[in-house]
């Protein structure tokens, strides 16, 4: 049986951008109460997110830009990053125990000691370039995780897989053009960043899929594009961006997923990291506003990932 590690650290519960905002700590609340009430955290080794080091961190962003975001950070109330996005006196920790966790993962999952991870951390990374925080992202986890196990570990092929329903416009800004890595990605065209239909690399495969369409165009890319892109990559590892807001009940998009569909994607990428990563997968939480439903797919995705649910 695989191994899958869980990873969290109590600061991303106390990152919170407003009443209202879509990307609340009940994420993270819902998400581990459905695990628990499903016995599948009982299943997974758990672990706490160290905070990323400023080195790790400069793998993947400005030395200015991170300094920005150093002295934005309150000692109370709000700092407006952009539009979407703000940091309160708790957000600067939780962005580096977010990113902390990736750089955990990736020495975990190449050490053996587990097959893969699944990361629930906020904020979200994907949005965040490598000089820009936005779209509730200040530092780009799964980048920063990529660049360790380049840097740290010497993998020379990762594949990187984002299904959110948003393009994730920061990990490409900040990996297109590396020959060491491939991105493949779905998101719903015509939506925030408002990019992504033309791909900044050749190691970028980008699929819009149209608004009002449900989880067989995803299938169908899956299959027909992203599985025969990696299986030419040969990845030595797979890194998820897992963004559960192309769900049906998730109303921040016009996606009709559903957690079977969630289960089918995670269990296909499962097989394509047998076929050439010894199953090594890192998976990193992204989008996902619909509480109930975010909980559910998530529940799908990491039941795959620990071989306790086929798909
Ligand atoms: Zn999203």
């Known amino acids: 049986m695989p191994i899958t590690a869980y990873i969290t650290h109590p600061s991303c519960l106390k990152h919170e951008m407003g009443a209202d905002h879509p990307e609340c700590p009940a994420r993270l609340d819902a998400i581990n109460d459905y695990l628990l009430s499903q016995g599948l955290l009982g299943m997974m080794p758990t672990y706490e997110a160290p905070a990323v080091t400023h080195e790790q961190l400069l793998r993947a962003h ?7 975001i150093e002295t934005l950070s309150p000692h109370e109330g709000y700092a407006q990053v952009d539009p979407d996005t703000r940091m309160n006196p708790y957000t600067l920790t939780a962005a580096r125990h977010a990113a902390g966790a990736a750089v955990l993962a ?6 053996g000691e587990v097959t893969s991870a699944f990361c629930a951390v906020r904020p979200p990374g994907h949005h965040a370039e490598r000089d820009a925080a936005m779209g509730f992202c200040f530092f780009n986890n799964v980048a920063v995780g990529i660049r360790h196990a380049q840097r740290q570990h010497g993998v020379t092929r990762i594949a990187l897989v984002d299904f959110d329903v948003h393009h994730g416009n920061g990990s490409e800004d900040i990996l297109a053009g590396d020959d060491g890595v491939l991105m493949v990605s779905t998101f719903q065209q015509s939506l925030y960043p408002y990019q992504g239909d033309i791909p900044k690399g050749t190691n970028m495969l980008n699929v819009p899929l149209a608004p009002r369409t449900y989880g067989d165009a995803m299938r169908k890319v899956v299959i027909e594009q992203w599985l025969p892109a990696i299986d030419r990559f040969r990845p030595e590892l797979i890194y998820i961006s897992a963004g559960f807001d192309a769900h049906r009940d998730d109303d921040m998009a016009n996606l009709g997923w559903v957690e079977a569909d969630y289960a089918w994607l995670t269990a296909r990428l499962v097989e394509v990291a047998e076929r050439h990563a010894q199953g090594r997968i890192i998976s990193m939480l992204e989008g996902g506003y619909a509480l109930h439903a ?3 797919s998530v529940g799908a995705h990491v039941g795959v ?7």
């Open 62 to 68: 400005g030395a200015h830009y991170v300094a920005h």
């Open 106 to 111: 990736t020495d975990l999952v190449m050490a």
């Open 294 to 296: 975010l909980a559910r």
């Open 305 to 311: 990932l620990l071989g306790a649910v086929d798909a």
